[in-house]
């Protein structure tokens, strides 16, 4: 199955440009159906706005946007291409703007609507979806400090952890990473840290 980036989950902030209101949102989607769905309700939320600029990128599905009547290029596209840049699928970008008074021009209505896009994933974080290998790993005390940095150091997630008699982790791993750490594992430890694996998963984590 293939890894993508996904937003982690909805992202939202906004900021001022020449007394012009920006509001920069972000959603993760499914289908072009939801992806609709949060642009008409952003539409309807700010029904009173200048302005509600939109894009969405679906992966293996449409790519499409809008500059809602601001001049052509200047907030639909840049807003998409930010989207493209940050390697964005299955997401949703809506900018609203709220119309201060002063002319920003071609050049500067760019500029706001990118930050309006930028501002929105950095607001929401990003998620690699890929296929993850879910181990189990008993270990000692003495060891689990030195395990956790393996973990780290092979892009591993610390899912759960179990203090008992020994501490019990749940780790999550790239599936082409899995073995190599439990590789690694027997080697650090001589053999007395051994994990098993104990399935997989297809799902987004951030990164």
């Known amino acids: 199955m293939d890894e993508y980036l996904v937003p982690t989950g909805f992202g939202e902030d906004e900021f001022y440009e020449k007394k012009s209101r920006f509001i920069g949102r972000i959603w993760p989607v499914e289908t072009e159906e939801q992806a609709l769905e949060k642009i008409q309700a952003m539409k309807k939320r700010h029904y ?11 992966r293996d599905g449409p790519v499409r946007f809008s500059d809602d009547g601001e001049p052509g290029g200047t907030a639909g596209m840049p807003m998409l291409q930010v989207l493209r840049r940050e390697g964005l699928y299955n997401v949703v ?15 500067g209505l760019v500029r706001a609507y990118t930050k309006g896009a930028k501002i929105a994933v ?13 181990l189990y790993v008993p270990c000692p005390y003495n060891y689990y400090e030195r395990v956790k940095l393996e973990v780290a150091a092979f892009g591993g997630i610390l899912r759960d952890v179990q203090f008992g008699a020994e501490v019990e982790l749940e780790l999550l791993f790239p599936q082409d990473r899995a073995k ?18 104990i399935g997989q998963e297809y799902r987004a984590f951030p990164i």
């Open 122 to 134: 950095d607001a929401a974080g990003k998620s690699m979806k890929r296929v993850w290998t879910a």
């Open 93 to 107: 970008c809506v900018v609203t703007r709220y119309f201060g008074g002063i002319l920003l021009g071609a050049g």
């Open 48 to 58: 009173d706005a200048t302005h509600n600029c939109w894009a969405y990128i679906l």
């Open 180 to 197: 190599p750490f439990l590789d690694r594992l027997t080697d650090m430890t001589a053999g007395t840290v051994e994990g098993m694996e």
